[in-house]
C-alpha cells in the first residue's frame, strides 16, 4: 500500500485497544475510502508473533470491547466465531440491547 492511499484511509483507528477488530476496521475503511481490496493467494505477510489459542480467551475482555466498537462504527460484528464460541463455554452472553457482555 503506498502512503498516500494509507493516509486517504486515515490509517488505523487509536479507538480499539488490545486484541481484536482493529484490521477489520482498517479494512472497512478502507472500503469507505474507495480503496479496492483483492485476496491475494500466495502473496508474502509479515505478522508479528505471539502464541495464539482459539477461541483467544486470554484476550476475551479486549474482544468483546472492542467488538462492540466495531458494531458502533460499522453496524455489523465482527469476529462472530470467537464470539459464539465464548459464549459456548459460558464465558459471554449476547443481549439484545447491548450487544456482546462478558458473562455473570
Given at each position: 500500500?503506498?502512503?498516500?492511499?494509507?493516509?486517504?484511509?486515515?490509517?488505523f483507528?487509536?479507538?480499539?485497544t488490545?486484541?481484536?477488530?482493529?484490521?477489520?476496521?482498517?479494512?472497512?475503511?478502507?472500503h469507505?475510502?474507495?480503496?479496492?481490496?483483492?485476496?491475494?493467494?500466495?502473496?508474502?505477510?509479515?505478522?508479528?508473533?505471539?502464541?495464539?489459542?482459539?477461541?483467544?480467551?486470554?484476550?476475551?475482555?479486549?474482544?468483546?470491547?472492542?467488538?462492540?466498537?466495531?458494531?458502533?462504527?460499522?453496524?455489523?460484528?465482527?469476529?462472530?466465531?470467537?464470539?459464539?464460541?465464548?459464549?459456548?463455554?459460558?464465558?459471554?452472553?449476547?443481549?439484545?440491547?447491548?450487544?456482546?457482555l462478558?458473562?455473570?
Open positions: 500500500m503506498r502512503p498516500e492511499v494509507y493516509l486517504r484511509i486515515g490509517g483507528s487509536e479507538e480499539y488490545g486484541y481484536g477488530g482493529e484490521d477489520t476496521d482498517f479494512a472497512y475503511s478502507a469507505s475510502a474507495g480503496v479496492d481490496l483483492a485476496w491475494v493467494g500466495g502473496a508474502h505477510a509479515f505478522h508479528q508473533y505471539h502464541p495464539v489459542s482459539s477461541p483467544p480467551v486470554e484476550h476475551l475482555t479486549e474482544i468483546l470491547d472492542n467488538a462492540r466498537l466495531f458494531h458502533r462504527r460499522w453496524g455489523v460484528w465482527p469476529m462472530r466465531g470467537w464470539l459464539e464460541a465464548f459464549a459456548e463455554r459460558g464465558l459471554a452472553r449476547w443481549d439484545p440491547q447491548r450487544g456482546w462478558l458473562a455473570e
